[in-house]
T-cell receptor
Framework: EAQVTQNPRYLITVTGKKLTVTCSQNMNHEYMSWYRQDPGLGLRQIYYSMNVEVTDKGDVPEGYKVSRKEKRNFPLILESPSPNQTSLYFC?????????????FGPGTRLTVL | QKEVEQNSGPLSVPEGAIASLNCTYSDRVSQSFFWYRQYSGKSPELIMSIYSNGDKEDGRFTAQLNKASQYVSLLIRDSQPSDSATYLCASPRDSSASKIIFGSGTRLSIRP
């Protein structure tokens, strides 16, 4: 089944404790992206990747890191999480030109930073 | 002006009626548009895309793009309770094909 998977689905952590949210897609998509969703603000892009070893900042990259060592994986790293990073996070993937094509979203990761 | 703007709702429509969802946009986006549906607690899923002026129909859904007035609409005919969800309008940012901007979404409620 074609899909985007994320782990963990739910995470409660404390300020400053490094964490990684994994994202994997099995559709051989070149483009992958991370979003956060907050009430009233919609989806905001954190980072995106056009292909392996190619990543760039979205609109809200502060406090996040990403890497794209393999085509299928695009982990999101929070080196020192803070309470304002409490949010619902979505990973997405797409073919070709990325944002000009349909994005397929993972199930989401609900993160709470205490 | 926000790049992509939507009324947050909620929009309440009786079952069987036409639901009309609107999105306005600025010059900073590419004028290619996507409508995503998001059920509560779930991830967004694509319903329609529209790239050129005019109407595009797919089953009960019609997307309308008016570039002169800078708005895009989604019409849902014969609304069903299962259409109750948040609808997100999205467009790639004009200056970079790799960034996509989402509106904040309109919550639609279909009342039986």
């Amino acid at each position: 089944e074609a899909q985007v998977t994320q782990n963990p689905r739910y995470l409660i952590t404390v300020t400053g404790k490094k964490l990684t949210v994994t994202c994997s897609q099995n559709m051989n998509h070149e483009y992958m992206s991370w979003y956060r969703q907050d009430p009233g603000l919609g989806l905001r892009q954190i980072y995106y990747s056009m292909n392996v070893e190619v990543t760039d900042k979205g609109d809200v990259p502060e406090g996040y890191k990403v890497s794209r060592k393999e085509k299928r994986n695009f982990p999101l790293i929070l080196e020192s999480p803070s309470p304002n990073q409490t949010s619902l996070y979505f990973c997405a993937s797409s073919t070709g030109q990325g944002s000009y094509n349909e994005q397929f979203f993972g199930p989401g990761t609900r993160l709470t930073v205490l | 002006q926000k790049e992509v703007e939507q009324n947050s709702g909620p929009l309440s429509v009786p079952e069987g009626a036409i639901a009309s969802l609107n999105c306005t946009y600025s010059d900073r986006v590419s004028q290619s548009f996507f409508w995503y549906r998001q059920y509560s607690g779930k991830s967004p899923e694509l319903i329609m895309s529209i790239y050129s002026n005019g109407d595009k129909e797919d089953g009960r859904f019609t997307a309308q793009l008016n570039k002169a007035s800078q708005y895009v609409s989604l019409l849902i005919r014969d609304s069903q309770p299962s259409d109750s969800a948040t609808y997100l309008c999205a467009s790639p940012r004009d200056s970079s094909a790799s960034k996509i901007i989402f509106g904040s979404g309109t919550r639609l409620s279909i009342r039986p």
